[in-house]
């Protein structure tokens, strides 16, 4: 009974958040995102005590239903709906969109050299980025961090496109080692929309796969912080030479982790990939 108490007690100061959120979903969606993954995390505790157990809890699994399963969708629909209050910018589909080649011309990064410039020495991996909040940019930026040197190895060049001022960029990017890696900043998305890179659906954002990797993300120690940017858009790693992509990757959803130096030699030489696969260890 006093364990059963306890737990209605934390539903009590939960039904309290609820209230709160209800009041306003865009200023308070941070307390739906807290539901939400309390209703997604609840049943998968059921399932591992019976795994472990090897005895199924019906009757306990049976109050998941209308305590936890039926919520997801609502709630889900006001994170979208409160997120998108919050970050959309009216003006973002009425902007115009440049092409590739000249975008990559345009974009400068704290060193005064363009994409193009880069790509024209050496091989350019282009790391675009979610807001410097999110647990999947930290994850990414603590790949980066592990794999640069790889990169570097083999002559390849890095830019992370990120949607804060350079200021913010640099403090976040010292954290990871990454201080000295050209960085380009894109408040208003051009250079993302020019590489075709648009926002994600609710699907790419919340769906089954990017909530799983969202709690291994977190697990493995990239917590979610505030949103630095559009919570909307999504990422993407592109790699350039010579002025032209080679290879583009757009994530399918928000969560998509994929192995940099592995991409970027699949799309130069064979040899090279082979190579690595030999030497490395997957990320």
Same mark, same amino acid.
């Given at each position: 009974?006093?364990?059963?108490?306890?737990?209605?007690?934390?539903?009590?100061?939960?039904?309290?958040?609820?209230?709160?959120?209800?009041?306003?979903?865009?200023?308070?969606?941070?307390?739906?995102?807290?539901?939400?993954?309390?209703?997604?995390?609840?049943?998968?505790?059921?399932?591992?005590?019976?795994?472990?157990?090897?005895?199924?809890?019906?009757?306990?699994?049976?109050?998941?239903?209308?305590?936890?399963?039926?919520?997801?969708?609502?709630?889900?629909?006001?994170?979208?709906?409160?997120?998108?209050?919050?970050?959309?910018?009216?003006?973002?589909?009425?902007?115009?969109?440049?092409?590739?080649?000249?975008?990559?011309?345009?974009?400068?990064?704290?060193?005064?050299?363009?994409?193009?410039?880069?790509?024209?020495?050496?091989?350019?991996?282009?790391?675009?980025?979610?807001?410097?909040?999110?647990?999947?940019?930290?994850?990414?930026?603590?790949?980066?961090?592990?794999?640069?040197?790889?990169?570097?190895?083999?002559?390849?060049?890095?830019?992370?496109?990120?949607?804060?001022?350079?200021?913010? /960029?640099?403090?976040? @990017?010292?954290?990871?080692? =990454? $201080?000295?890696? #050209?960085?380009? *900043?894109? +408040?208003?998305?051009?250079?993302?929309?020019?590489?075709?890179?648009?926002?994600?659906?609710?699907?790419?954002?919340?769906?089954?796969?990017?909530?799983?990797?969202?709690?291994?993300?977190?697990?493995?120690?990239?917590?979610?912080?505030?949103?630095?940017?559009?919570?909307?858009?999504?990422?993407?790693?592109?790699?350039?030479?010579?002025?032209?992509?080679?290879?583009?990757?757009?994530?399918?959803?928000?969560?998509?982790?994929?192995?940099?130096?592995?991409? /970027?030699?699949?799309? @130069?030489?064979?040899?090279? =990939? $082979?190579?690595? #696969?030999?030497? *490395?260890? +997957?990320?």
């Amino acid at each position: 009974p006093a364990y059963f108490q306890t737990l209605g007690a934390i539903l009590a100061v939960l039904a309290l958040g609820y209230l709160l959120a209800a009041t306003d979903p865009t200023k308070h969606w941070s307390l739906i995102l807290i539901g939400l993954l309390t209703k997604l995390i609840a049943p998968l505790f059921i399932i591992a005590a019976a795994i472990v157990n090897h005895d199924f809890p019906h009757q306990l699994a049976y109050t998941t239903i209308p305590n936890d399963i039926l919520w997801w969708i609502p709630l889900a629909a006001a994170l979208y709906g409160a997120l998108k209050l919050a970050h959309l910018d009216p003006t973002y589909d009425t902007l115009p969109i440049q092409d590739p080649s000249t975008a990559m011309r345009a974009a400068e990064d704290q060193f005064g050299l363009s994409i193009h410039e880069r790509s024209e020495s050496t091989p350019t991996l282009v790391v675009f980025l979610r807001h410097f909040g999110c647990t999947f940019c930290r994850e990414t930026l603590r790949d980066l961090e592990q794999q640069q040197h790889n990169l570097r190895q083999r002559d390849i060049d890095l830019v992370i496109v990120h949607m804060s001022d350079d200021a913010h /960029a640099r403090r976040t @990017l010292l954290r990871y080692g =990454l $201080e000295h890696v #050209a960085r380009i *900043s894109d +408040p208003d998305q051009s250079l993302y929309r020019s590489f075709d890179l648009h926002r994600g659906s609710p699907l790419q954002l919340f769906g089954p796969r990017a909530i799983r990797r969202a709690i291994h993300a977190t697990l493995s120690g990239n917590l979610q912080g505030r949103s630095q940017g559009d919570a909307f858009q999504m990422p993407g790693v592109f790699l350039v030479e010579h002025g032209h992509i080679l290879h583009a990757l757009r994530h399918h959803h928000a969560g998509q982790r994929p192995n940099y130096v592995q991409l /970027a030699l699949e799309a @130069l030489e064979p040899t090279d =990939l $082979e190579t690595f #696969a030999k030497q *490395s260890v +997957p990320a």
